[in-house]
């Protein structure tokens, strides 16, 4: 059974009393995760991700970030955990080249606050259904300066401000806002493009519908060397498992992603 999203809805006879293990929410619906008579939301299953490559790392600043994210998705209209699951995804990524759990926490709040910048994009240009003209383009380009400047003044997150404004650069310097290039673009926002890229197309939008995790996986690989860092797909792929089960559990198969 489907929602108009296109997100599978579990029937009254299948949801019985299954609830989240973590949270005590039902499921009702996917994005969700099981392990035999076990259940997960994804809020949980990502958070528990997030744990288990950042422990310890739970505090009042970091509780801010991700309301902060959760309410920038809410304004965009995106469906489930936009901000959590490219914060999660990305570390998977980050941790092959780092195990630094500050250097991480900095990744994880640069990837989950990437698009901040557009509290400052009208809605009439954020939310337009139709094609953004020359000077709308204009605008929404200005995004990840705007989030800059936001993060930048706190000097905890000084790290990921840098990936806030690099996160739209493309690796053959076709990218905004700065037209940056190879590694000229900060590492960590080379490895978010990947999983920027991954999250938007295996999710339904107004336009289309979500594709598999092999197409954009196939796409991902032919962008090599032009609008991604060859050393980024080579990440991607090497850590194809892990990031197959986390697509999973948003896209409905919670039987291939494990509570």
């Given at each position: 059974m489907r929602e108009a999203s296109g997100i599978p809805r579990l029937s009254a006879r299948e949801?019985?009393?299954?609830?989240?293990?973590?949270?005590?929410?039902?499921?009702?619906?996917?994005?969700?995760?099981?392990?035999?008579?076990?259940?997960?939301?994804?809020?949980?299953?990502?958070?528990?991700?997030?744990?288990?490559?950042?422990?310890?790392?739970?505090?009042?600043?970091?509780?801010?970030?991700e309301a902060l994210a959760s309410a920038l998705d809410s304004r965009e209209h995106e469906t489930g955990l936009h901000s959590k699951r490219v914060a999660c995804h990305t570390l998977v990524l980050a941790r092959r080249f780092t195990s630094d759990p500050l250097r991480l926490r900095q990744v994880y709040w640069g990837a989950l606050l990437h698009d901040i910048g557009k509290i400052g994009i009208p809605d009439a240009i954020l939310l337009k259904e139709g094609p953004l003209d020359a000077d709308e383009w204009r605008v929404m380009h200005t995004h990840p300066a705007i989030g800059h400047r936001i993060l930048a003044v706190v000097p905890s997150m000084s790290e990921a401000a840098e990936i806030v404004l690099a996160h739209e650069e493309r690796y053959d310097g076709g990218g905004y806002p700065r037209g940056l290039a190879g590694k000229a673009i900060p590492l960590w926002a080379r490895l978010f493009a990947v999983i920027d890229t991954l999250d938007a197309m295996t999710s339904d939008r107004p336009y289309r519908r979500s594709q598999s995790f092999d197409a954009a996986q196939d796409e991902i690989v032919r962008a090599a060397g032009s609008q991604f860092d060859p050393l980024a797909v080579d990440a991607f792929v090497a850590e194809e498992f892990a990031l197959r089960a986390m697509v999973a559990v948003k896209c409905g198969d919670p039987a291939a992603a494990p509570v």
């Open positions: 949801t019985g009393d299954r609830t989240c293990r973590h949270c005590g929410a039902a499921i009702v619906a996917a994005p969700f995760a099981r392990e035999g008579d076990a259940y997960c939301c994804e809020g949980c299953f990502h958070a528990a991700r997030k744990r288990q490559a950042m422990p310890d790392q739970d505090d009042a600043q970091s509780e801010l970030a």
